[in-house]
């Protein structure tokens, strides 16, 4: 079935704007400025204030939810109506989840480079699998399992792929680790998110636009005070800022005032996180969750193939080969296998129905008959 021009722009906004929103996260972290008070110049490594800026795009859903509820008042489109009445709070676990592992992340995205970021992130599936057979009571089947067991494969492969690039001053091997390792630990975290989300959220049919804002405004209050004591709290190497403290939300925003493309930067993760949840939660709606999830790898492609351009990470063989092993696992685990399938045999069944005939010469006519 050919694709509507609404769809493709769907798609390609999904694509477009889930690779901005790794590449100017990255982009931000890679620009060095002076900070307050005249301190020396230094990296831009402000994690906890880029997860605040995160959320802050994720509750500009809520305003897109509502704007289309007023929208479709009077039509017949009834997929953003009022729904039955929930408590908010019911957002507040998963939105501690989400605050939890998105920081993480974006520690992790300081020490490590935004593909192998991007690839590891797909560690999710085995702990979303795992969980949901503990506390959700499913049963995965055998094509699961075995995509656990190759997205396992491929997180080794691309693991083994950092340890032996090559590192600069940037990114020691130290660090490289820590931040794989990192991103890792975080899918645990989001893979709880996922699970609760599927166990109290979605039971009660709140839209996804209202489920992320809502999420989005939990997170953004809660990180946006966490950043007063984040300002004291001491964290001696583990700190990129010169007060070696937790978060300082004041050096963030002097190296911003001396280098105002790191605003752009900030900007572009904001309002692309905003359009990528958006655009994800249509493209569901309007093709399917399968074309969402290679559209999501195509994201790790095109994020690969820029970082490379920009000379932001050396080319390393290895990763070709720990992403296509990940890309299999994603697509046995989310049943990709079986349009595959299907389409095969389709394809298949004609071809055999043409050779047949061609051997029988075109005919019908019973091989007994008198000639």
């Known amino acids: 079935m050919a694709w509507t021009k609404y769809q493709l722009f769907l798609a390609g906004l999904m694509l477009v704007t889930g690779s901005i929103n790794t590449l100017s996260a990255k982009w931000a972290d890679n620009f060095r400025a002076e900070g307050c008070g005249g301190s020396a110049e230094h990296s831009f490594q402000h994690p906890f204030l880029q ?45 501690l989840c989400d605050m939890t592992g998105t920081s993480i992340m974006y520690v992790a995205l300081n020490m490590t480079s935004a593909s192998s970021f991007q690839m590891l992130r797909g560690a999710v599936i085995i702990f979303t699998g795992l969980f949901s057979v503990a506390f959700l009571g499913r049963r995965l089947a055998l094509s699961q399992w075995l995509g656990i067991l190759a ?41 709880i998110q996922m699970v609760l989300e599927e166990k109290f959220v979605y039971k009660h049919n709140v839209h996804p636009l209202r489920a992320v804002g809502t999420e989005g405004l939990f997170g953004f209050l809660i990180l946006s005070l966490l950043l007063v004591p984040m300002y004291f709290i001491p964290a001696g190497s583990f700190s990129g800022n010169p007060r070696g403290t937790l978060e300082d939300a004041l050096d963030a925003f002097c190296q911003v005032g001396r280098q105002p493309l790191i605003a752009l930067a900030l900007l572009g993760n904001i309002s692309s996180i905003a359009f990528f949840n958006f655009a994800g939660i249509s493209v569901t709606k309007e093709l399917s969750a399968t074309t969402r999830m290679v559209l999501d790898s195509l994201r790790t492609v095109v994020i690969w193939a820029l970082s490379l351009a920009l000379g932001w990470e050396d080319f390393h063989p290895l990763q070709i080969l720990g992403f296509f092993i990940l890309l ?39 091989i007994n008959e008198a000639s």
């Not at 008042?73 to 908010?88: E, I, K, L, R, W």
């Open 328 to 366: 299999m696992g994603t697509a046995l685990y989310n049943g990709l296998h079986h349009p595959l399938r299907a389409c095969l045999s389709r394809c298949w069944r004609p071809a055999q129905e043409s050779e047949h005939e061609r051997l029988l010469g075109g005919g019908r006519t019973p």
């Open 151 to 191: 997205t396992i494969a491929g997180l080794v492969v691309i693991g083994l792929a950092d340890l032996l690039s090559k590192h600069d001053s940037q990114h020691k091997l130290s660090e490289v680790i820590t931040g794989d390792l990192l991103i890792i630990m975080a899918q645990v975290i989001v893979a």
């Open 51 to 95: 997860s605040v800026g995160m959320f802050l795009g994720e509750f500009s859903c809520l305003a897109a939810f509502y704007l289309l509820r007023c929208r479709a008042m009077g039509q017949s489109d009834s997929s953003v109506d009022p729904q039955q009445p929930f408590n908010p709070l019911l957002f507040l676990p998963p939105a």
